[in-house]
């Protein structure tokens, strides 16, 4: 009976590992479907980073990827179906984001903070599909946002003060037609910047939850808008001095 046990074990440990590697396998015939499709929509070189649910199931007909756009480096999320078409996904509005993140950032740079954002354009009317590669100014005239909203990840420095923070998103408001500017603001030890901004930027989306296990100093969230800024620049430097 205890060689038989054994053996049914030795069967049952084999079928698993075959499995496994049947699973692996499926895994990396998935991504380079998905790369291929991406290539054959948009041209250029994709990178899948991550994969989410799988088709195969009952319930589910498509799989979700978290992709990189390797010429831009823009992250975002794409679906594809069974037949290994791209059934949906959102690279042409990371594009355009990716125009305002590159400002934002700037502008902080400009006034001494180092820091990275992630923001996204919302309005309540539908103007159609974003075309890929859109220039910014196109994209506020056509598609109408009226707001831009999002998360900043800023590195702990003494360069940071209320009055800086506030010049680098009054530069961006004004360059965006005063648009509604409203960032979640996290801080990060110096230590820790690196490591969190390499997963930041690996992410097609997030949201303040993400931070929970975190090395961070401090949050607060910051408008801007034409009725002017909800937050006096020594609140601002509180929080950047670990207050409240």
Known sequence: MYKILCKKAGVILIIMSILGLMGCGNDKYTVKRIEKALTEKYGGTFEVLALGNRYGTMTNDYVR??????????VFSAKMNTKGE???DNYAGVLVSKQLEDMLNSNLESEGITAKSCMTGFSSIDTGEIEVG?????????????????????????NNTGAAFINAFQKTFDTIKNIELVANVWIIPEESYDDIIADFSRLPEVD????DNKNTLNYFKFVMSTDG???AEYEINQHFQGGK
């Open 65 to 74: 990827a978290d992709v990189k756009a390797v010429d831009s480096g823009v």
């Open 86 to 88: 791209i059934i949906a």
């Open 134 to 158: 859109i220039s910014f100014n196109d994209y506020i005239a056509k598609h109408k946002p009226e707001s831009f909203g999002g998360y900043l990840v800023v590195k702990e420095s003494p």
């Open 208 to 211: 303040n939850s993400w931070f």
């Open 229 to 231: 800024v909800k937050m």
